[in-house]
C-alpha cells in the first residue's frame, strides 16, 4: 500500500565505499525527486525526474548519479562516500512537476 | 538565487492557543505555495496547498497568501499537542523548471 517506497532505510558504510539507494512509487505520477537533509534540517533538491528525463540537476558532486528505468523508479547511486555525505536521503513523487509531493519515509546514511 | 526565509523557532503556544507560522520568499513570480509537516524522524507531509491571494481553509488549518507582499502563513487553530512538529513552507520557483525551494521550517511546540 506504501505509496514512495525507498530501500534502505538505514545505511551505515565506511568512506570511499559505493552505495545505492531505490525509490519505487505507485502513485502513477509522472515526477520523481531525490532530496537531501542535512543535520541542519535543510531539506535541498538534488535531482528531479519527469518521466525518466532528467530535469534537475542541482549542484551535486559528480559521485552522486541517478537512474531512472521507467516513471515508477529513481534511484541514487553514491561512488567514493565522504563523511560530509552523511544525512537523511528522501524520495518523492508528484503528478507533474511542481505539484504537491509525496515523500518516502528516508533513507538515513551514515558514512564512518 | 530564489529564497525562502522562515523563523526556525521553536515556537511555543498552549494546547488551545492559535499558532502562526510565517514564510517570505524572494521569487516574485512564483504562483505556488505548500505546507509540509515535519515530525521528528519522519518524513514531511503535506498538510496545505495554495495558489491564489486571500485565506484557504481546511479543518483547523488556515493558509493565507499575499503575493503582494510575497508573504504566507499558515495559522493552527486550538492548537493540540500532536501538532507539535517541524513546519515546512514550499515555494515553486518561476523560470520552468518546476523547482519547488523549501525554508529550514519552524519547530511548533504545543504545551499541553
Known amino acids: 500500500d506504501t505509496a514512495v517506497s525507498q530501500t534502505p532505510k538505514y545505511l551505515v558504510t565506511q568512506m570511499g565505499n559505493d552505495k545505492s539507494i531505490k525509490c519505487e512509487q505507485n502513485l502513477g505520477h509522472d515526477t520523481m525527486y531525490w532530496y537531501k537533509q542535512d543535520s541542519k534540517k535543510f531539506l535541498k533538491i538534488m535531482f528531479s525526474y519527469n518521466n525518466k528525463e532528467l530535469i534537475i540537476n542541482e549542484t551535486v558532486p559528480n559521485r552522486f548519479s541517478p537512474k531512472s528505468p521507467d516513471k515508477a523508479h529513481l534511484n541514487l547511486h553514491i561512488n567514493s562516500l565522504e563523511l560530509g555525505d552523511s544525512a537523511v536521503y528522501f524520495c518523492?513523487?508528484?503528478?507533474?512537476?511542481?505539484?504537491?509531493?509525496?515523500f518516502g519515509d528516508g533513507t538515513r546514511l551514515s558514512i564512518l | 538565487q530564489k529564497e525562502v526565509e522562515q523563523n526556525s523557532g521553536p515556537l511555543s503556544v498552549p494546547e488551545g492557543a492559535i499558532a502562526s507560522l510565517n514564510c517570505t520568499y524572494s521569487?516574485?513570480?512564483?504562483?505556488?505555495f505548500f505546507w509540509y509537516r515535519q515530525y521528528s524522524g519522519k518524513s514531511p507531509e503535506l498538510i496545505m496547498s495554495?495558489?491564489?491571494?486571500g485565506d484557504k481553509e481546511d479543518g483547523r488549518f488556515t493558509a493565507q497568501l499575499n503575493k503582494a507582499s510575497q508573504y504566507v502563513s499558515l495559522l493552527i487553530r486550538d492548537s493540540q499537542p500532536s501538532d507539535s512538529a517541524t513546519y515546512l513552507c514550499?515555494?515553486?520557483?518561476?523560470?520552468?523548471?518546476?523547482?519547488?525551494?523549501f525554508g529550514i521550517g519552524t519547530k511548533l511546540q504545543v504545551i499541553p
Open positions: 514550499a515555494v515553486l520557483n518561476s523560470g520552468g523548471y518546476q523547482k519547488v525551494t
Open positions: 521569487d516574485r513570480g512564483s504562483q505556488s
Open positions: 518523492a513523487s508528484s503528478l507533474r512537476g511542481g505539484q504537491p509531493q509525496h
Open positions: 495554495i495558489y491564489s491571494n
